[in-house]
């Protein structure tokens, strides 16, 4: 299916980046608020404030690991303010409601429970809900309507800086995916296979990381090592369990090699040209 472009209006209000955007899409129903916490009284001045919607509470546990609270509510912001009063923390929120209000319980606990699915399959965050959220019976002819939805949801989310939706696998054009391939083939047992994305670097699944170690690894890096093993992206072969996205590179190179690494140098293509000499020509 062809992807077309889109149009995306976007109000920042009192020119802060910080504060709370209003964000919407050509052609569709749908408004997308980003609202820090100490901006509720802002939003509560809105008229569609009080509208029924799905919205996403974004933290940091005490590890400072990316969270997110998936939820629904009838009167969004009624259901928010009474989220400040929650154990777990949160500084940002998007309420995601309809201009005109044509949202019902039905369709929210519906959208509720994808998102939350959609979460746990992307992979990208802590899920800090407690329960799964139920999906409710939906009638066939408001399905195209709310996948519509979600779609519009997951671009203004990702457009607003929050990939939690995002997922590896969306990212990776199967049809391109072996011309975009790169390796590593090193001492130490160490087989890495990865593609370049537009926030990070993503190891693929069975991708197999040095063992041991090499001494001159830095203590940063092997923390980074242990985390994923404990957490068991990393199983006990040294194999990863499934695609992983690290933040760059050079990264993900280290701990694929086990020891300190330059990623545009040492991932190269099958024909044996670096990321480096890629990204410069």
């Not at 029924?52 to 009167?75: P, S």
């Not at 928010?80 to 319980?105: G, M, P, R, T």
Request: net charge positive; glycine share 6%.
């Amino acid at each position: 299916m062809k992807n077309f472009n889109k149009t995306i209006q976007m109000l920042i209000f009192d020119g802060d980046p910080n504060g709370m955007i209003m964000c919407e899409l050509s052609n569709w129903n749908g408004r997308v608020y980003k609202i820090s916490r100490r901006d509720l009284l802002k939003f509560a001045e809105r008229r569609d404030s009080e509208n029924t919607g799905v919205y996403f509470l974004f933290g940091k546990d005490v590890e400072n690991n990316d969270t997110i609270y998936i939820g629904e509510a009838e009167k969004v912001l009624t259901r928010l303010k009474q989220h400040l009063k929650d154990e777990f923390y949160w500084n940002d929120c998007i309420a995601v409601v309809s201009k005109d209000n044509l949202l019902n319980k039905a369709h929210v606990k519906y959208l509720e429970n994808k998102f939350y699915k959609i979460a746990i399959d992307s992979k990208r965050t802590k899920i800090v809900n407690n329960t799964v959220p139920t999906c409710s019976s939906i009638a066939e002819f408001d399905l195209a309507m709310l996948e519509e939805f979600i779609d519009n949801t997951k671009l203004l989310v990702n457009t607003l800086g929050n990939k939690v939706f995002d997922g590896i696998e969306e990212n990776i054009n199967s049809k391109n995916k072996a011309k975009n391939m790169f390796y590593i083939n090193a001492a130490r047992g160490a087989s890495g296979r990865g593609i370049l994305l537009s926030d990070g670097f993503a190891v693929l699944k069975d991708s197999i990381i040095a063992n041991p170690t090499s001494k001159s690894m830095s203590a940063s890096l092997l923390n980074i090592r242990n985390k994923l093993l404990n957490d068991g992206i990393i199983d006990k072969n040294y194999s990863f369990v499934k695609d992983y996205v690290f933040t760059s590179p050079s990264l993900a190179a280290a701990i694929i090699m086990g020891r300190n690494a330059n990623g545009r140098t040492e991932w190269k293509t099958k024909d044996n040209k670096t990321l480096k000499m890629l990204e410069e020509s």
